[in-house]
C-alpha cells in the first residue's frame, strides 16, 4: 500500500531516519514542461523552520530528479526522485524504541509487522510526505499547463477560507502542547467528467487520499456535514445555461461534484487536523510489557502541522486529479 493512483501513479519509499525519502512518478505524459526551480519552490513551503510552532530539524530538502525528466520536460519515463535526509539524531528515540506512546503509530505497527522503526517514526512519520510534495508539484505544473488550478489555506474555523497563525500558538508551545486545525482547499478549471460511477467516485479518491495524511482526523466537501442539518430545498444545484453557452449550477453546495463525477464547479473540500501527537512536556505511555512509564520530551517535533500541511493537502488534490483527468482521455474514443 505504498502506491497511490492508476494512471498516474506515485509509488514513495523511505524512513524519518534512513538516508533519503524519494518516489517513482509513473505516467505523467511525455513533452510536458517542468520547472524545476519552481518545483524546489514548491517543496520548500513543506519545510521545517518557517513558522512559530515548526520543529527545529533542518534539512534542506533538496530534490534530486534522477530520471524521467531531461532538458526540462518529461519524458513519459517514471520519474524518479530522492531528497536526502542529512539532520536526523536518532538517538533521541532510544528511549520510545521500548514503549508505546498515545496516539502514535507505535503499537499498531509493531502489533501488525512484529518489529518497527522507531527513529523518528519510520516510515509513519510525516517525514515521508516530503515524498508526496515533489510528485504532487510536478502534477500541479501538469495541471496548470490544463488550466486546472489547486489552492489550499488554513481555516480559523468551518466557514472560513483563510486565517493567521493562532493567537495561542505560543501559549501553547510555552506550554509544551500542540494544536490542529482545517485547511480548506479549491480546486478550480475542473473540467466535466472526472470520477467514476460507485467505487471510483472522485470525492471518495479525494477523501481518501487526504485521509492517509498523518494527523488528518475529517474530510468534508461541498457544504459536507452542514448538509445534515438543512431541507433539501436548500441545499439544490439547479442548472442554468450560463451566457458563453456552458452549463453551471447556480449554487455549489455540491462541491463541484455529483454523482462522484466532476460538474465543472470549483472543486471544495475540508480536512481537519488532529493535534500533534507527540508533546514536549513528560507523557504518560507504556513499555512492552504493559508497565506504565512516563517518557521525558525528547526529539524536534511541530507544536503545529497546518502550515506545513498545505502544500501537502494541495499535492494529494493534484496527484487525484490529475489520475482522474488521464483516466477520462481512456474512457472515450475521439
Not at 494527523?215 to 442548472?239: I, K, L, N, P, Q
Not at 465543472?264 to 493535534?275: H, L, N, Q, S
Not at 494529494?316 to 488521464?326: F, G, Q
Request: a negative charge; glycine letters at 14%; aromatic letters at 6%.
Amino acid at each position: 500500500m505504498n502506491t497511490i493512483g492508476k494512471i498516474l501513479a506515485l509509488t514513495s519509499f523511505g524512513e524519518s531516519h534512513g538516508p533519503a525519502v524519494g518516489g517513482v512518478l509513473d505516467g505523467v505524459p511525455a513533452g510536458v514542461a517542468i520547472d524545476l526551480d519552481e518545483l524546489q519552490r514548491f517543496v520548500d513551503r513543506r519545510r521545517t523552520g518557517q513558522t512559530p510552532g515548526s520543529s527545529a530539524r533542518g534539512e534542506e530538502d533538496r530534490v534530486e530528479v534522477l530520471s524521467g525528466i531531461w532538458q526540462g520536460k518529461t519524458l513519459g519515463t517514471p520519474i524518479g526522485f530522492i531528497v536526502r535526509n542529512n539532520d536526523a539524531r536518532s538517538g533521541d528515540y532510544e528511549e520510545i524504541a521500548r514503549c508505546y506512546r498515545p496516539n502514535h503509530a507505535d503499537y499498531t505497527w509493531e502489533a501488525k509487522y512484529g518489529l518497527r522503526d522507531p527513529r523518528g517514526g519510520g516510515r509513519a512519520s510525516a517525514r515521508e510526505t516530503v515524498a508526496r510534495v515533489v510528485a504532487g508539484g510536478i502534477a500541479i505544473q501538469v495541471l496548470n499547463h490544463l488550466g486546472i488550478t489547486v489552492e489550499a489555506s488554513i481555516c480559523t474555523s468551518r466557514d472560513a477560507t483563510s486565517c493567521d497563525i493562532p493567537g495561542d500558538l505560543e501559549r501553547v508551545v510555552a506550554d509544551g502542547d500542540t494544536l490542529g486545525g482545517i485547511i480548506s482547499c479549491v480546486i478550480t478549471g475542473v473540467p466535466v467528467g472526472l470520477g467514476e460511477p460507485l467505487f471510483g467516485k472522485l470525492h471518495a479518491q479525494l477523501a481518501a487520499a487526504m485521509m492517509s495524511i498523518p494527523s488528518v482526523h475529517g474530510f468534508e466537501y461541498g457544504d459536507g456535514f452542514d448538509m445534515a442539518t438543512r431541507r433539501g430545498s436548500e441545499v439544490m444545484d439547479v442548472f442554468e445555461r450560463r451566457d458563453d453557452g456552458s452549463i453551471g449550477t447556480v449554487a455549489n453546495h455540491s462541491g463541484g461534484i455529483q454523482g462522484g463525477i466532476s460538474n465543472g464547479e470549483d472543486i471544495t473540500m475540508r480536512i481537519a487536523f488532529k493535534p500533534v501527537p507527540t508533546l514536549m512536556r513528560p507523557i504518560p505511555a507504556i513499555d512492552r510489557d504493559g508497565n506504565p512509564v512516563t517518557l521525558a520530551p525528547r526529539g524536534r517535533h511541530d507544536a503545529w502541522v497546518l502550515p506545513r500541511a498545505v502544500p501537502i493537502v494541495e499535492s494529494m488534490a493534484a496527484l487525484v486529479i490529475l489520475d482522474n483527468y488521464l483516466i477520462k482521455k481512456t474512457n472515450v474514443l475521439g
